[in-house]
T-cell receptor, first 114, second 114 residues
């Protein structure tokens, strides 16, 4: 079974530029999550999708971050314009829906904003 | 509010010694608890999960965790540490909301001394 795929793995941009991350979840997983992980901290949920609908985006900085999940499969997360404090690892995870189902994580995208 | 506390941002043990990583949680409902491991430059991988069945849960790579309701704890142990266990370990609890989100601890970095 293929895992969660993410690209790119690494990205370096200057502040005020834009960047996009892509995620392809495990086949059949209806739920998709985007997390931000700052060095030395636990993951922080940015947005949760159920199929192609948004379940929770309460911690997404909507003035600069946007995300979509067209057709309920792949997802993209965009930052525009980037700030220095956006430097972090962006993790995508997917799961089946239900209490006992764990989240499966992709390898992450390490973003450095200079 | 729910929370997860991991005691010790860094834990150092000698190869072959007992590993003990501490996790305490707060939850007003029966908790569902998880331990994830993150190797350098990788995403998170599930080690084990507690879903109200047996209180002693066995996971991958020789790790196990014991759920103690009276102590609100879910500590992770391994009898004998290997160099390959060097990684960051995260404890998480399912959120009380209906979205199956995870509340994460800040993580503990496990250092193995030769």
């Amino acid at each position: 079974e293929a895992g969660v795929a993410q690209s790119p793995r690494y990205k370096i941009i200057e502040k005020r530029q834009s960047v996009a991350f892509w995620c392809n979840p495990i086949s059949g997983h209806a739920t998709l999550y985007w997390y931000q992980q700052i060095l030395g901290q636990g993951p922080k949920l940015l947005i949760q999708f159920q199929n192609n609908g948004v379940v929770d985006d309460s911690q997404l900085p909507k003035d600069r971050f946007s995300a979509e999940r067209l057709k309920g499969v792949d997802s993209t997360l965009k930052i525009q314009p980037a700030k220095l404090e956006d430097s972090a690892v962006y993790l995508c995870a997917s799961s089946l829906l239900g209490l006992y189902y764990e989240q499966y994580f992709g390898p992450g995208t390490r973003l450095t904003v200079t | 509010a729910q929370s997860v506390t991991q005691l010790g941002s860094h834990v150092s043990v000698s190869e072959g010694a007992l590993v003990l990583l501490r996790c305490n949680y707060s939850s007003s409902v029966p908790p569902y608890l998880f331990w994830y491991v993150q190797y350098p430059n990788q995403g998170l991988q599930l080690l084990l999960k507690y879903t109200s069945a047996a209180t002693l849960v066995k996971g991958i790579n020789g790790f196990e965790a014991e759920f103690k309701k009276s102590e609100t704890s879910f500590h992770l142990t391994k009898p004998s540490a290997h160099m390959r266990d060097a990684a960051e370990y995260f404890c998480a609890v399912i959120s009380e909301n209906s979205n199956y989100q995870l509340i994460w601890g800040a993580g503990t970095k496990l250092i193995i001394k030769p």
